[in-house]
Structures are given as structure tokens and as C-alpha cells.
Nanobody, 128 residues
Framework: QVQLVESGGGSVQAGGSLRLSCAAS????????MGWFRQAPGKAREGIAS????????RYADSVKGRFTISQGNDKNTVYLQMNSLKPEDTAMYYC?????????????????????WGQGTRVTVSS
């Protein structure tokens, strides 16, 4: 059973930065895809970034492209989300997700139903 633990959330002013971490453990086979999702109050869950762990290919939602960067640690057990130029509309609960399969299309990369395992989330609040 894959376990995912997010950290790094917090409160920041608009224009600031945060880096989220997601530590993966408990797997017999390393997840093929890792993603970051977020859900703001009253809104649907949004896939914002994903990485294919074998080669490091990435995909981003338009809402965060150019501001957020997903990466993985050298040991491939940790995935990061560097968030720069944060905006109040980035305020949400952020979740890490892991998938057993490699995503093949941008839609799959950011589709929550493609992922098998989820973390508990870390809250990000951006004030204006």
C-alpha cells in the first residue's frame, strides 16, 4: 500500500513562494506517475502538475504553468511542487497522488481518476 505524506503548506502573501513535498513509501513498485492536485472551498478538484517518474516528463495546468514546477528527488521517493508568484486564487488544499500507470496524454496526467493513492493534503493560503 503506497503511503503519501505531504508537507510544506502554509500562509504566504501574494507574490510569495512555497515548496510542497510529498514523501512516498510502502510500495513494492515505484509509482509510475505522481501528481499534485488542489481543491479550493466550493470548487472541484483540479489537477495542476504531474510527472512521469521514469523519465521526468511533466505536465501542468494552464492555471499554474510558468509559476509552478514539479520535480522529484534523487531517490525518486519524494516529489516536490515549487510554487512561485502565488496568487490568492491559489488558496486551496493541495494533495499529492500516485498512479501505478504511466500517463500517456495530458488529460490523463491531470485526471484524478488515473491515480490510485492519495495523501491527506496540505493547506496553502495566499493573502492579498
Amino acid at each position: 500500500q503506497v503511503q503519501l505524506v505531504e508537507s510544506g503548506g502554509g500562509s504566504v502573501q501574494a507574490g510569495g513562494s512555497l515548496r510542497l513535498s510529498c514523501a512516498a513509501s510502502g510500495y513494492t513498485q515505484r509509482p509510475a506517475s505522481m501528481g499534485w492536485f488542489r481543491q479550493a472551498p466550493g470548487k472541484a478538484r483540479e489537477g495542476i502538475a504531474s510527472i512521469r517518474t521514469n523519465v521526468g516528463s511533466t505536465r501542468y495546468a494552464d492555471s499554474v504553468k510558468g509559476r509552478f514546477t514539479i520535480s522529484q528527488g534523487n531517490d525518486k521517493n519524494t516529489v516536490y511542487l515549487q510554487m512561485n508568484s502565488l496568487k490568492p486564487e491559489d488558496t486551496a488544499m493541495y494533495y499529492c497522488a500516485a498512479g501505478s500507470l504511466l500517463w500517456l496524454t495530458p488529460i490523463q496526467a491531470l485526471d484524478g481518476s488515473f491515480y490510485n493513492f492519495w495523501g491527506q493534503g496540505t493547506r496553502v493560503t495566499v493573502s492579498s
